[in-house]
Nanobody
Framework: QVQLVESGGGLVQAGDSLKLSCVAS????????MGWFRQAPGKEREFVAG????????AYADSVQGRFTISRDNAKNTLFLQMNSLQPEDTAGYYC????????????????????WGQGTQVTVSS
């Protein structure tokens, strides 16, 4: 079994920054692609950012490119999402996810292609 636990969410003002963390435990592997997704009320879950198993490649949604940075520390089984210049439209529940394909050359943007999910952490940005 694999557990993913997110933390770091909160209520901030527009223009502020937050750093989310996701700690993986259980039968994890450092050869998995990891991703961050978000879901606002009444909307579908959407891709935010992804990082390959080694951390050498990343991918971002157009809406966060240049403001958010995804990274990972494989020694600590931890995934990060640094979010700068937050805007009210960034308000959502943020979820980390793991794609257990071994050393996948692709960073998937479709939620159903990820195998494990955390419970999420809420980010609320006030204007």
């Amino acid at each position: 079994q694999v557990q993913l636990v997110e933390s770091g969410g909160g209520l901030v003002q527009a223009g502020d920054s937050l750093k989310l963390s996701c700690v993986a435990s259980g039968r994890t592997s450092n050869t998995w692609t990891m991703g961050w997704f978000r879901q606002a009320p009444g909307k579908e879950r959407e891709f935010v950012a992804g990082v390959n198993w080694s951390g050498s490649r990343t991918a971002y949604a157009d809406s966060v490119q240049g403001r958010f940075t995804i990274s990972r520390d494989n020694a600590k089984n931890t995934l990060f999402l640094q979010m700068n210049s937050l805007q009210p439209e960034d308000t959502a529940g943020y979820y980390c996810a793991a794609d257990m394909t071994d050393k996948n050359p692709h960073i998937h943007r479709i939620p159903k292609l990820y195998d494990y999910w955390g419970q999420g952490t809420q980010v609320t940005v006030s204007s």
